[in-house]
């Protein structure tokens, strides 16, 4: 199936053989341009240089840009499985590339001459060599030699981001990467006619697989921008949407969120968003009235209500799952916390409500485990054959074949998929089990001072029911607020009136102290053991 990758990107590039195909963007302005004809080239040259090296796997610790996408296709055009990271800045932790170079047992590391220096540093007590990759992708590279690992075939091993634990590598097969591709363009209406701006990490299956792969394979137009000038400028992907009259684009809820927050309505003067067809949100549950709030800030920029919509997925899924482009809400959504994903036939068909706790699909309305089916289901997680068979050879019965345990939580009304949390981020109060998500939203949001998307609920003591902590950082751009002990009164009587939970601690930070993922999740698990070891101070510890 590998071939038939492959040949799907070649056939596209050679569709486009003298247009563009494929642009890449720094700060703003044009940096690289490929037409199809000149993409197949230096895939395919660089294809060659690979594939003489003789590796079978290797992690790509490279930057953003020309170098990481031919690298890329280079890789898929040889039959090398790739392993896509963020590369280390200098003096930053390293702790993920080291376990994921130790884990996927690579052949090599690639990187730049900028990344060199902090690679070989957090490298050095792993035998393994790095090769340091130029413009120019008929170099010559000096062999870095087969590993004798065996391996299960994968065109991309996609990690995790670690929220609960170490990253776990998802073997993502050729096949599973265009079938998850075509249920996009079914389902999104993607065709040659897309022109899609792209911010979002390479290493992020939603950045690679939505943002990279899927508009080339396509037929379209894909227009990449480095994930740091969003990070400076969120007007940045703003003004790309509007100079390219790109119609697909999207990203986590806390990007669409710094829209809001960072982009100001005077900032928004000379911008047409009004091209902008397909803004998908996604990578995290989308908490209820974000949507709305971006249409209403950049309606003046032309952005339409009906071209927000709200998506699920996951890198055991390859990307996407879940979330259709909607024009009105069918279902009353002003009670829930997340916005719902829309389902038709074929979607809802490949998603079930389980029970947790007994195995047994849920009674249709009630929260359960989202369970997934489809060839767009990953292999495994590479050498955890228990977990393995754990997420992703889960059974209801015979007929229906396997499924994959998401580990999230969710409920369907009519066609509509709530996405509600983490079934490890569970709060018990009296028996009654609720999501952490739901309480940080419900509870936060009211207050304008905190950001109900930067917080973390747990229980105490995992064995004692309703008796939890709450820990939360200040809004973009705020001070701590001078009437904290009201805020926290505030919030002790919504968790006890809505669920019977009483806070033993609530405790409120500055912004950016709380333990995010890659992809900018806060890690609650890790919160939640940096609390019980005594860290996490940002005001005077009270308890109540």
Not at 42 to 51: F, I, K, V, W, Y
Request: hydrophobic fraction near 40%.
């Amino acid at each position: 199936m590998s071939d038939d990758l492959a040949h799907r990107f070649l056939q596209a590039c050679r569709e486009r053989s003298d247009s563009e195909i494929l642009c890449t963007l720094s700060r703003g302005r044009l940096e690289h341009r490929f037409t199809g004809g000149a993409l197949a080239r230096a895939a395919q040259e660089r294809a060659g240089q690979l594939g003489a090296a003789g590796a079978r796997v290797l992690v790509l610790a490279l930057p953003p840009g020309p170098v990481f996408l031919t690298t890329l296709f280079g890789c898929l055009l040889a039959g090398i499985t790739a392993v896509p990271v963020s590369p280390p800045r200098r003096g930053s932790a390293s702790d993920r590339l080291t376990h994921i170079v130790r884990d996927c047992g690579a052949d090599a590391v690639l990187c730049t001459p900028t990344q060199e220096p902090a690679i070989r540093a957090a490298l050095a007590d792993i035998d393994v060599p790095i090769v340091v990759l130029g413009e120019d992708p008929s170099q010559k590279l000096v062999a870095p030699g087969q590993s004798v690992r065996s391996r299960p075939p994968a065109a991309i091993i996609q990690y995790t981001s670690g929220s609960t634990k170490d990253p776990k590598g998802v073997l993502i097969g050729a096949d599973n990467i265009l079938a998850n591709c075509a249920l996009v363009m079914r389902s999104w209406q993607m065709d040659e006619r897309c022109r899609f701006v792209n911010w979002m990490p390479h290493f992020h299956d939603m950045g690679l697989m939505g943002g990279i792969l899927y508009p080339l394979l396509c037929g379209g137009l894909s227009i990449q921008m480095s994930p740091y000038d969003f990070v400076r400028s969120p007007r940045s992907w703003l003004q790309a949407i509007s100079d390219w009259r790109a119609t697909f684009s999207g990203g986590p809820a806390f990007a669409f969120s710094d829209l809001v927050k960072r982009v100001k309505r005077e900032d928004l003067a000379g911008l047409d968003l009004s091209a902008w067809e397909r803004g998908f949100c996604g990578a995290e549950p989308v908490p209820n009235g974000l949507l709305e709030a971006v249409a209403g800030h950049l309606a003046p920029a032309g952005l339409r209500r009906e071209a927000l919509f709200a998506c699920y997925g996951m890198a055991e899924m390859t990307l996407f799952a879940a979330g259709l482009p909607d024009d009105a809400a069918t279902v009353d959504e002003n009670t829930a916390a997340s916005h719902a994903c829309r389902l038709n036939e074929e979607l809802r068909d490949g998603v079930r409500i389980v029970d947790p706790e007994t195995g047994q699909e849920a009674t249709p309305g009630l929260m359960g485990e989202i369970w997934l089916k489809g060839a767009s289901k990953g292999r495994g997680y590479l050498d955890l054959p228990q977990e393995t068979a754990h997420a992703f050879h889960a059974r209801l019965d015979a007929e229906e074949g396997e499924f994959l345990r998401t580990g999230d939580l969710g409920r369907i009304e009519a066609d509509r998929l709530f996405i509600v949390g983490r079934t490890k981020d569970i709060l018990i109060s009296h028996g009654r089990k609720m999501s952490a998500a739901e309480v940080e939203w419900v509870t936060c949001r009211p207050h304008f001072a905190l950001n109900p998307l930067a917080a973390a609920a747990f229980m105490v003591d995992d064995l004692v029911s309703a008796s939890a902590v709450l820990i939360v950082e200040t809004a973009e751009g705020g001070a701590m607020p001078e009437d904290v002990e009201e805020i926290k009164a505030a919030i002790r009587a919504l968790a006890l009136g809505e669920w019977g939970l009483a806070f033993d601690e609530i405790r409120i930070l500055p912004r950016g102290r709380l333990p995010r993922t890659t992809s900018g999740k806060i890690q609650r698990r890790q919160v939640a053991i940096d609390y019980r070891n005594g860290g996490l101070q940002g005001e005077p510890r009270q308890r109540h």
